[in-house]
C-alpha cells in the first residue's frame, strides 16, 4: 500500500530544508508592491506563514516596522531564519509550528493586522481550512498578503516546475469573501492583498 506525504507537513518540508533546497527571494519589485499595498507597520503584529528563510519576515519587521512573527513547520528553516538574528536591536519572532494542523494559541498574538504568505498557499492540500485559521488571526481591517505562482505562466518544459502554479479554481477559492480584493502581477507570480 502506497502513501503519500501531505505537502503541507513537516515531513515534505524538512528534508528538503534539511538537503539544501532554497527558493526565490522576494526581489526589489516585490518589495516595492509591498510598500504599497501594505503600508508602515508603526509596531504592529504581523504573521508571515510558512516563514521559510525568513527573508519576508525581516523585511517586513526591519523595513516596513511590523512587530512580526514568522512560522514554519520545518525546524532546520527556522533555525535558517533565526541563525540571521544579531544580537543588537529587536529582531522577528520564530516559532516551529504546523500551520495547517497545530494549535494556534501558541502564537504570541491573539489577531494579527497582517498575516503575509508567500509561495506556501500553493502547498497546502484543504485549502479552505487553511483559509479559514487564517481568517481568525487576522484583525479586523487587516490584510491577508499572498504570493504565489499562477499556472500557466511558465514556458519552461520541465514537467517539475509546471506544477508549481496554481489553477483558477484555487485563485477563485482564494479571493472568495473578502470585501477588497486587489492584485499585482510579477512574471509568473501574482501578489493579492485580501481585506475582510
Ligand atoms: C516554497 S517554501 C517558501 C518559503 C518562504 N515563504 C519564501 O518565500 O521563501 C514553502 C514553505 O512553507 C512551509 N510550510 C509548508 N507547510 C507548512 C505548514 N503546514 N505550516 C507551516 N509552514 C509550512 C515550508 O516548510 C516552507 O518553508
Not at 519576508?56 to 512573527?69: F, K, V
Not at 494542523?101 to 498574538?109: E, G, M, R, S
Amino acid at each position: 500500500m502506497s502513501t503519500t506525504t501531505s505537502t503541507a507537513s513537516p515531513g515534505y518540508w524538512e528534508a528538503l530544508w534539511a538537503e539544501g533546497r532554497r527558493y526565490r527571494q522576494p526581489c526589489e519589485a516585490e518589495e516595492k508592491l509591498m510598500a504599497e499595498h501594505l503600508g508602515p507597520g508603526r509596531g504592529r503584529p504581523a504573521l508571515d506563514i510558512g516563514t521559510g528563510d525568513g527573508r519576508l519576515a525581516r523585511h517586513l519587521h526591519h523595513e516596513l516596522g511590523y512587530r512580526t512573527t514568522g512560522v514554519d513547520c520545518s525546524p532546520s528553516a527556522v533555525a535558517l531564519a533565526a541563525a540571521h538574528d544579531s544580537d543588537a536591536g529587536s529582531a522577528p519572532m520564530w516559532q516551529c509550528l504546523d500551520f495547517a494542523n497545530a494549535t494556534l494559541t501558541t502564537l504570541p498574538d491573539p489577531a494579527y493586522v497582517l498575516i503575509t504568505c508567500r509561495l506556501v498557499y500553493r502547498w497546502m492540500d484543504d485549502k479552505p481550512a487553511f483559509l479559514g485559521r487564517v481568517r481568525r488571526l487576522l484583525a479586523p481591517g487587516g490584510t491577508f498578503w499572498v504570493v504565489t505562482e499562477i499556472a500557466g505562466r511558465r514556458t519552461t518544459t520541465d514537467p517539475n516546475r509546471f506544477g508549481l502554479g496554481i489553477p483558477l479554481a484555487d485563485a477563485e477559492l482564494l479571493t472568495t469573501g473578502w470585501s477588497v480584493v486587489r492584485t499585482a502581477d510579477l512574471d509568473v507570480l501574482r501578489c493579492y492583498a485580501l481585506r475582510p
